[in-house]
């Protein structure tokens, strides 16, 4: 009677077992076509503007090319690439945007490391203090006023100094440290005869490589998508970024258009639509080359740091 019993038991089991690799099956489906829908809201843009930036006018200007490109020329292109000033200004752009990810660190770092402390009196106010940036800002025209000021207009470090602190990125560091990085650590350096600045330059740092690498890429990325100080606080050419470069050549070609239309009697040489997209592309290849190098600390630093407050 018992042997019967359990292996009534058992078939019951295994058939719940299966039920169970059944309904795994099915949600573990439904999570896939979530993931590919996700992702496809993320990649086919990117592909839509890629095959845009090689069309031909008449196919574009037609709304015809979705995600194939149709009449394929470089003339965009040829003439992005084939502008002096926005040579010019890429590398501009580049040696910017490294000066400002590097001091933006750096500040993030010295911010974020002695916040993470409990040892550090006031850390709840200077905390607090800390974070009001993010919550008020004082407007262009106070900024501009302040910058002119501390004689800082039309140089290369109006573009660089106002932004080098974020107080979102410093949340994140902190909270990194605070719910990574153990304090027997910290305090068995201590005992060793450590400093302050031995710990966080021989153990934090290279402890927290996901996380530098998430801020960094936020940073880079931050920098080079702005423009609009660019535009306020520079007139000198030289200091214009590749953002702003794109921009005056997006707006002229969208002047030029009905010119062109005009006495050619046809469709300019590269419409503002194709010539928007073929720009996007353009700025676009940094961040392309940049992000499978930090990828793996990128995902890891996004999973980690904004959990624990």
Same mark, same amino acid.
């Given at each position: 009677m018992s042997k019967k019993k359990q292996t009534t038991n058992e078939v019951t089991t295994s058939a719940g077992g299966a039920h169970a690799v059944n309904r795994f099956r099915i949600s573990d489906f439904v999570m896939m076509a979530i993931i590919v829908l996700l992702c496809a809201t993320c990649v086919l843009p990117f592909i839509h503007v890629m095959a845009k930036s090689i069309s031909g006018n008449t196919a574009v200007m037609a709304k015809a090319v979705y995600f194939w490109p149709k009449d394929i020329t470089f003339d965009a292109f040829k003439r992005v690439f084939g502008d002096d000033s926005m040579t010019y200004s890429m590398i501009f752009s580049v040696i910017v945007t490294l000066i400002f990810t590097v001091l933006g660190m750096l500040v993030c770092t010295c911010a974020a490391y002695p916040l993470s402390k409990k040892r550090l009196k006031g850390r709840s106010w200077l905390t607090f203090l800390l974070m009001v940036p993010m919550y008020f800002s004082a407007g262009i025209i106070p900024a501009y006023l302040l910058y002119q000021d501390l004689h800082v207009l039309d140089t290369m470090w109006v573009l660089i100094l106002p932004l080098i602190y974020s107080p979102y990125n410093m949340l994140i560091m902190k909270n990194f440290f605070m719910s990574t990085i153990p304090d027997s650590l910290e305090e068995s350096a201590f005992l060793d005869g450590a400093s302050n600045f031995q710990i966080l330059g021989k153990i934090v740092i290279p402890l927290s490589k996901p996380i530098l690498a998430t801020l960094s890429l936020f940073y880079a990325v931050g920098r080079w998508n702005t423009y609009s100080d660019n535009m306020y606080y520079?007139?000198?050419?030289?200091? +214009?970024?590749?953002?702003? +470069?794109?921009?005056?050549?997006?707006?002229?070609?969208?002047?030029?258009?009905?010119?062109?239309?005009?006495?050619?009697?046809?469709?300019?040489?590269?419409?503002?639509?194709?010539?928007?997209?073929?720009?996007?592309?353009?700025?676009?290849?940094?961040?392309?080359?940049?992000?499978?190098?930090l990828q793996k600390y990128f995902v890891q630093g996004t999973m980690i740091g904004a959990v624990k407050g």
């Open positions: 520079t007139r000198d050419s030289s200091l +214009k970024m590749i953002q702003y +470069k794109l921009y005056q050549l997006v707006a002229s070609a969208n002047e030029a258009q009905t010119a062109s239309l005009a006495d050619t009697g046809g469709v300019s040489q590269s419409a503002p639509e194709v010539l928007q997209a073929a720009s996007i592309m353009f700025v676009t290849i940094p961040i392309i080359i940049i992000y499978p190098f």
